[in-house]
């Protein structure tokens, strides 16, 4: 029976990573050589910080982008339900409509126009 041998690609042991060859380009471990470079400190700092309120402020702005087409999908709704009522109110509201609606209390239409009143002095 044959013995499991572990086989080495040549060509992906000659090309590397992305990391590793971003390792040998930027070469970092020399500038902490002699210790921690406390004059870039501010520096590194100032971007963190702008960093930070640049993350922040992308949260906040997609928050309310979210919220404003949650209250679009509200206004939609809103305004369709003004245009259904506002149709069955002006149905509701005709001349026809309203005889109908109270003949079964017992009112009728007049036949006869109105009459205007005068009062004399």
Known sequence: MATNSYR????????????????????????????LPVKFLPHILFVTAIGIFYIGNNHYAEKNIRK???????????RADYTTLKADYMYA?????VAK?????????????????????
């Open 68 to 78: 404003i087409d949650r209250l679009k999908d509200q206004v939609e709704d809103l």
């Open 8 to 35: 080495v690609n040549e060509k992906q042991s000659t090309r590397g990573s992305i990391f590793s060859r971003l390792e040998n380009m930027v070469r970092i471990d020399a500038a902490f050589a002699h210790g």
């Open 93 to 97: 509201s005709k001349q026809s409509e």
């Open 101 to 121: 609606n109270v003949k079964k209390f017992g009112i009728t239409e007049s036949l006869q126009p109105p009459e205007k009143i005068v009062i004399e002095k």
